[in-house]
């Protein structure tokens, strides 16, 4: 289980989440004019209306929810509910949604929390013996969403902030646990002999930083970061890899772990 909310960020230039819609099916088949074209159609927010008036849905039932974002044309929308601003104008959120990137160039990004939302239930998994901690996605959709900041926010929020787990617990649901479920023998504790695997961090400033968006992906594509805090260094195999925030090693200079297969120490 993650500790953190499932958050997806999405544009209506490419809107990944709505596209299991037979509705998007349209959308998703025309180029940038035509989805500008579609989202105009009167016949196409009807539908659309209909379909999140009928809450049939995770995504439907919380769509009023969603999060503003990056809206030049009026910064003053940003980081507000889809619902609240819509309520204000006495129109439907569909249409608010639709209007607001069509006057942005389909550039407005919407931020929907889908999954962990309520505290309350995530304290009680974290604690419960028969959870374990971690979230992987392989990569994916590193557009949209970014948990990558799940240790530290664990770190800072869960054992700091609110102390449902002590320091040691925190450190040993992100380490000696997985290792020992996936069979990583050589993992996850500090023993002689064992790999020397290590992250330096201090317990009083550990977190993760608010979400931004950078642009390294082959031309030109961006993603979501969170930058660490806290973290003075991480070690892998004796081998210092990074120090306070900064890369440690040359850019040609071996790196001093590998993949992991079947259970197998490294």
Not at 29 to 38: F, N, S
Not at 91 to 106: E, Q, T
Request: aromatic share 6%; charged share 25%.
């Amino acid at each position: 289980m993650s500790c953190r909310p499932l958050v997806t960020e999405f544009q209506f230039r490419a809107p990944f989440p709505l596209e299991s819609m037979s509705l998007f099916r349209p959308v998703s088949a025309a180029d940038l004019e035509g989805r500008k074209r579609i989202y105009a159609d009167p016949a196409f927010r009807a539908a659309f209306r209909d379909r999140i008036d009928g809450r049939l849905g995770l995504l439907t039932a919380r769509f009023p929810e969603m999060e503003i974002g990056d809206h030049a044309p009026d910064p003053s929308v940003n980081g507000r509910r889809l619902g609240e601003v819509a309520a204000e104008r006495g129109v439907h959120p569909v249409d608010l949604a639709l209007d607001l990137s069509l006057a942005n160039r389909l550039e407005t990004r919407f931020r929907l929390a889908i999954f962990n939302t309520d505290e309350a239930v995530v304290a009680e998994l974290l604690t419960h013996p028969a959870t374990m901690i971690g979230l992987s996605d392989a990569g994916a959709h590193a557009s949209q969403l970014c948990d990558a900041c799940a240790p530290t926010d664990l770190l800072g929020r869960w054992v700091r902030e609110k102390r449902v787990l002590s320091l040691e617990e925190g450190v040993r649901r992100l380490t000696s646990e997985p290792a020992e479920v996936f069979g990583i023998a050589d993992r996850g504790r500090l023993a002689v002999g064992l790999a020397a695997d290590l992250t330096v961090f201090d317990p009083a400033t550990v977190g993760c930083g608010p979400l931004r968006r950078v642009r390294d992906f082959p031309a030109g594509a961006d993603r979501l970061v969170s930058d660490a805090r806290g973290i003075r260094a991480v070690v892998v195999n004796g081998v210092v890899i990074r120090e306070d925030g900064r890369d440690a090693l040359a850019p040609d200079a071996p790196l001093p772990g590998r993949v992991l297969r079947g259970g197998r120490g490294s």
